[in-house]
């Protein structure tokens, strides 16, 4: 009878372990559960320590002992003269170790571990049940944050009112610090900065990625999430990154029907490990946010032709109107009666004057129709500079090119379209002489591999009001109302140089008139052979 009432739990040992299990049952919340569970554990072999170590899931591994280890790696129970352990599981699933310790030598008992057994199912079982719920709260929270960026996909067609208000949104479910959308450009294979939040100067500069070149263009390239938790020592092709002080990233593609729309990426400005579930979230809102700008890209085109549409009648019927009236009356006068010489002259001024203006707005809309259709080839040739400005200087203003000041070294020499350069520099010859005022120069010099060609007048400068839409077509001020023109010089001369690979720019800090540059990538200049 001794014998068996040595084996039989007491029923001290069992209010101990009802004790575990009511702080088992208790708590719903895993930090609460484990810090609940502490003294009932350590009342229930009369211990001084307790520890429940949790096996990571991500990576297999268990913060502890060499002993704990042991345990888990064994799944079975260990003891020493200062302490004993058992394996928490849930069925054949490892979750954890359970271990209490005595500062004391103590020889643990067969019934000591089997109390601490018992006591482990219970614990395991809270463990998982805890987890599960944790696991749905998230889950849950996920759906609202996703639900957020799904309402944002659908509140706006606005290209521009769509992205910031994703890229807020997106940096507030991810807890970053930055957040930027790279839109591919399927002409050139480049992903273009459009907007961002926290790197503004990436959007304002419109930086350019190729398409399978450092972070986001691997992205798009493999069509894969990204994650980089060193920003200082990895492959990060553009610098603003570093510039701003960012250390981890994490970027996912934007995706419409299996077709790259673009990129999206979220940064931090301080070292951030981004988990599987941080990859995934993003991912689910890419594929919401992807919709809802693939939607509002659509409507922007449809209100960028629709407005073309509308201009091109309006010039039609008063651009093209005025020229072909006034030719057409000089024609019948002068083929319908005797004229006085001086009338016969003027009448023959008048008809190549809107004779030279009709050719040249039927000129400027075949350009733009060209250019919407993106038909423009480029096709550089070896160019002199310098001799190719005054070609098209006399050739635009022939009266007045002894007036336009021209800095261009005369061995200056680059591969360049001659075609697309006398489209931008003939158009900010023209408007430099009709709306600025004289002085106006032209200069040229090739700087970091790019040729920088500047336009500049010592006019009244760009009215403020204008400067938002200043390569917007048709876009003319109110004191240029009463010109001729049509507005869609800037607006061409600037498709022909981005088709070429550069850039016509505004310098608004020029306050002596207006300021053009028109900038294009043509690599080291060579010298002359002339």
Known sequence: MAS????R?????LRRLLAVADAA????DLDELLAGLDAPIRDLLEADSCAILLLEKATSELAGNRFAGRIAAERRPMKTEYAVGVPLLVGDELVGVLEVGVSVQRDFTPEDVELL??????????????RALEAERRTAEGLLKLQTISDAALAHLSLDELLAELLERMRTILAADTCAVLLLDPETSELVARA???IEDEAEHRVRIPVGKGFAGRIAAERRPVVIDDVDHADVLNPILRERGIKSLLGVPLLVRGEVLGVIHVGTLT???FGPGDVELLERAAERAATGLERALVHEELMRLDRVRHALVSIASHELRTPTAAVLGAALTLGGRELAPEQESELKRLLVEQAQRLADLIEQLLDLSRLEARAVQIRPVRVEVRDRIEEIVAAVAPTLADRIDIEAEPDLVIEADPVALERVVSNLVVNALRHGAPPVSISAEVHDRHLRLT????????PDDVRPRLFEQFSRSAEAAGTQGTGLGLAIAKSYAQAHGGDLVFDSGYDAGARFQLVLPVGKPRASSN
């Open 196 to 198: 961002a939040r926290g």
């Open 4 to 7: 068996s009432d040595q084996h």
């Open 271 to 273: 070292p951030r490990r």
């Open 25 to 28: 049952l208790a708590h719903l």
């Open 117 to 130: 057994e018992l006591a482990a199912e219970r614990v395991a079982l809270a463990i998982d049940r805890s």
């Open 9 to 13: 739990v007491t029923v001290e040992s």
């Open 455 to 462: 336009v500049e007048d010592r006019g009244g400068g760009v």
